[in-house]
């Protein structure tokens, strides 16, 4: 894969998830019985990175739990890999809470459906929100993010890499195109 451009530095992607918290806590009328939850890898270091912009914001450090989805093969003929939960370190309960579930890069809907059946194992929340830092778009399933840092129309051979200090000692978001 050949980079072909940055699309967040550093300071944008601070910028967009402090926006982000801003739309939490306004669509929430404050955080109460407000939970975050990451979807492994990037989004518990996107909900970690809300978590302390609502800290500042409210006074107030909100419960955060994670989510591992991994990708299945549920039937070898088929083409598409289906992601399933494969864990949750969730220590709280999220019977009548807002669930905001994070994650890096909103493409198919997969991972967040996945995710979503995950929370619901867990207990019945209130509600059940999503953030994204980037909607790259090419839905296959109908959900959409609450939360969009960017949104960032790219090609099918287009990867989005998003890179958090705790995961990988920077932080930006750049685009990849395939060498053809």
């Known amino acids: ?82 992601p399933k939960v494969k864990s949750a370190d969730v220590d709280f309960d999220v019977k009548d809470k807002h669930v905001v579930l994070c994650d890096d890069v909103l493409f198919t809907g997969r991972t967040a459906r996945a995710a979503m059946e995950g929370v619901l194992k867990l207990g019945r929340p209130k509600t059940i929100q999503f953030a994204a830092l980037i909607d790259r778009g090419h839905r296959e399933l109908p959900i959409r993010a609450d939360y969009v840092g960017k949104n960032i129309p790219t090609s099918l051979e287009e990867v989005v890499s998003v890179r958090f200090i705790p995961t990988d000692g920077e932080q930006s978001a750049k685009l990849f195109a395939s060498e053809k």
């Open 1 to 82: 894969m050949k980079e072909k451009t940055t699309l967040m530095d550093g300071l944008a992607i601070d910028r967009a998830l402090f926006r982000v918290s801003h739309e939490i806590v306004e669509r929430n009328k404050g955080v109460k019985d407000v939970v975050l939850i990451g979807i492994l890898t990037r989004g518990l270091p996107m909900a970690e990175i809300i978590r302390g912009n609502i800290a500042k914001i409210e006074g107030v450090e909100l419960p955060i739990g994670s989510i591992d989805i991994t990708l299945y093969r549920d039937d070898l003929t088929e083409i598409t890999d289906m």
